[in-house]
């Protein structure tokens, strides 16, 4: 058994290969995102900034921390684990971000440190820089190094747009010297009621096609949300739900994939 499922990761592995790429192609961090079908550079959350949108490090008034756990289609040696820790309150707001994916066998780790300001009035800027360690078993590791650029725009108060690059020194990574995705998305939120807000990205990998995004979520209480959404180029289908009690907050993510299956996440939130 245990052989069978490293031969599936490790087709898992090739397959995302030969799509264009050695490694560290977007998957997505926070159950909250990925819940809404990986949308929202958009909607000002503090939830993994670091990763989905630095720009807005500044903006909470709360630092916070945040872990994420998320299996990848029932596969034991396939999961991908995140840490982030934001300081908006500093001189220079700072983020940092920490990331591991794959198992025994493959293993990408993403190390993130960035910031986020108020460059004009209603319009944020961000810069951050990326690390890159490679592992696969009997091949050795890997490093390399990319700098990436969001930002963020608040049109009225129900109107919000965003952005982010990155990789934009277009970095390669191992002896191959295989190239790291270069990917930038862009996107809008807004809000229709108090309760119900509707999120739209574009997500453009060089090398792939567009992939559009739509996700929507309802606030049925103070403490309760609901999300549900779908991406195009690959389709996947997600929801799930976030709590928010005190100053914690924990999202549950389920994504449906029609031929990989179910995967499953779960996010933890504090602000102290």
Do not use: C
Not at 23 to 30: I, L, P, V
Not at 131 to 155: A, D, P, R, T
């Amino acid at each position: 058994m245990k052989y069978k499922f490293s031969l599936i990761f490790l087709v898992f592995v090739l397959l995302s290969v030969q799509q264009g790429f050695a490694a560290f192609e977007d998957r997505g961090f926070s159950s909250h995102y990925l819940a809404r079908g990986s949308t929202g550079i958009a909607a000002h959350d503090s939830t993994f900034a670091i990763f989905l949108n630095p720009s807005v490090l500044g903006d909470s008034p709360y630092r916070k921390v945040d872990l994420f756990y998320r299996n990848f289609y029932g596969l034991p040696d396939l999961n991908q684990i995140a840490l982030s820790v934001s300081f908006p309150d500093l001189i220079i707001p700072i983020g940092i971000g920490l990331s591991q994916y794959g198992g025994k066998l493959y293993s990408e780790m993403l190390l993130r440190l960035g910031t986020g300001f108020l460059l004009f009035p209603k319009m944020h800027l961000g810069l951050h820089a990326n690390g890159y360690f490679l592992s696969v078993q009997n091949y050795g590791n890997s490093q390399s190094f990319g700098l990436g650029i969001s930002g963020f725009y608040q049109w009225n108060k129900n109107l919000s747009t965003g952005f982010m690059i990155d990789n934009v020194n277009a970095p390669t990574i191992g002896q191959a010297r295989e190239a790291l995705p270069i990917t930038m998305i862009v996107g809008a939120s807004y809000t229709f009621t108090d309760d119900l807000q509707f999120h739209m990205d574009i997500f453009k990998e060089d090398r792939s096609a567009f992939d559009y995004r739509l996700g929507v979520e309802y606030i049925l209480s103070s403490w309760l949300q609901f999300s549900a959404g779908f991406q195009t180029e690959v389709p996947i289908f997600s929801t799930g739900f976030a709590l928010f009690i005190a100053h914690f907050d924990i999202a549950y993510s389920f994504q449906y994939h029609g031929e990989l299956g179910v995967s499953h996440s779960m996010s933890v939130g504090y602000e102290f």
